[in-house]
């Protein structure tokens, strides 16, 4: 017997895919488009000296601090950090403690924005992989018996 899913329930699936797409979307490292980068979500790359001066703080051999930031004077930003990237690869997360960085031992600042093309690009796989999937295991719902009948009574008893 062959059942085919309910039109209810291949919405709702679809439904649940795209907005799962859409609230976690892909986001990327930009050059800052506004003047004023105050509560942005940022990414600070630090200098080699930086990264001495900053070690009491952040850690030693840190390369880049994430984090919103809450000030930036003309001196230093102060950032709600949120994860520092160390030069050899390995990240920690950090809970919104605030730091203050000299704007001397910065030397780029990248800001945090969602990316449409990424987030199109994931959204096209996902689907041609979910379609993959459907063709590979999805057969015609059915299943066979021993002795080859499909256990609907049309085979032998």
């Known amino acids: ?3 085919s899913k309910s039109p209810l329930i291949a919405a709702l699936t679809a439904l649940t895919t795209l907005s799962s797409l859409i609230t976690t979307g892909c986001y990327g490292y ?3 488009i506004a003047p004023n980068l105050t509560g942005h ?3 600070l790359s630090i200098t080699d000296s930086g990264s001495v001066v900053l070690a009491p703080q952040v ?4 390369d880049a601090v994430d984090g919103r930031l809450v000030t930036d004077s003309a001196s230093r930003y102060v950032v709600s950090v949120t994860g520092v990237r160390r030069r050899d690869g390995i990240e920690n997360e950090w809970k919104g403690e605030s730091v ?11 800001e945090r924005r969602f990316s ?7 959204a096209v796989a996902t689907t041609i992989a979910m379609v993959a999937v459907k063709h590979a295991f999805g057969g015609a719902g059915g299943a066979t018996a021993p002795g080859g009948s499909t256990g609907n009574g049309g085979g032998p008893r």
Not at 100 to 110: D, F, K, Q, Y
Not at 116 to 122: I, Q, Y
């Open 59 to 62: 850690g030693f051999q840190v």
């Open 30 to 32: 930009y050059q800052p």
């Open 41 to 43: 979500q940022l990414q």
């Open 116 to 122: 449409r093309a990424r987030t199109t690009l994931f």
């Open 1 to 3: 017997m062959h059942r």
């Open 100 to 110: 203050a960085i000299p704007h001397a031992l910065v030397s780029t600042v990248m």
